[in-house]
Structures are given as C-alpha cells and as structure tokens.
C-alpha cells in the first residue's frame, strides 16, 4: 500500500477505543498509582487515543485513565500496581464478574 493510501486509510479508520466504568474513587486511585508505578511514570503523557502511531503504544483517556495498544492495536486498560491485587480479589470473588472459567 502506497504511503499517501495508509494516510487516508488512518484517516478513515479510527484506532478502536475502550469504554471503562468505575467509581470516581477508584478512577483516582488508578490515576495516583500510575505516578507511582515505575512501569507507567510519565507514560502517555501529551497523548490521546487519536494521537497513536507504532512506536507510541500509550495513551491516556480523557479521564486520566493510561492505555495500552496491543500489537493488533487494541486498547488494553494499564492497572497500577497499587490496584492489582484488589483487582484479581474483585474478578475471582464476584459471580458476576470471573477471570477465567473454573
């Protein structure tokens, strides 16, 4: 594919996005444990879903939430390390929500 085809294709073709839904108590906690955890410090920063090119795999939401494109470019949502564990406790205890079957 021609170079000037790929501008007009990423033109046309929006990288996909991802809806979360959390409290604001935990949005903030998400927001504060990325300062913290070395893995995501100063990531996505000046980014958005809209500004993404290969080598710049993170972004930040519009609520301050840190993303991450997978190699098919698929938004993944980055968990600080501060919120891990209450994470897998919530998705293997809840029955509504499980992390794997079994």
């Known amino acids: 594919m021609r170079y000037e085809d790929q501008l007009d294709w990423k033109r046309d073709h929006a990288p ?5 839904a959390m409290s604001p ?3 903030a906690n998400y927001i504060k444990g990325y300062a913290s955890d070395p893995a995501f410090a100063g ?7 809209r500004s993404w090119y290969a080598g710049n795999r993170f972004y930040k939401g519009k609520d301050g939430l840190l993303f991450f494109r997978d190699a098919d470019f698929m938004p993944r ?3 600080p ?9 919530h998705l293997h ?7 794997h079957a079994g």
């Open 43 to 49: 990531r996505g920063n000046n980014s958005d879903e």
């Open 25 to 27: 108590e935990l949005r």
């Open 16 to 20: 996909p996005t991802l809806q979360v």
């Open 77 to 79: 949502l980055c968990v």
């Open 81 to 89: 390390k501060s919120e891990q564990n209450a994470l897998l406790r």
């Open 93 to 99: 205890e809840s029955s509504f929500e499980t992390a």
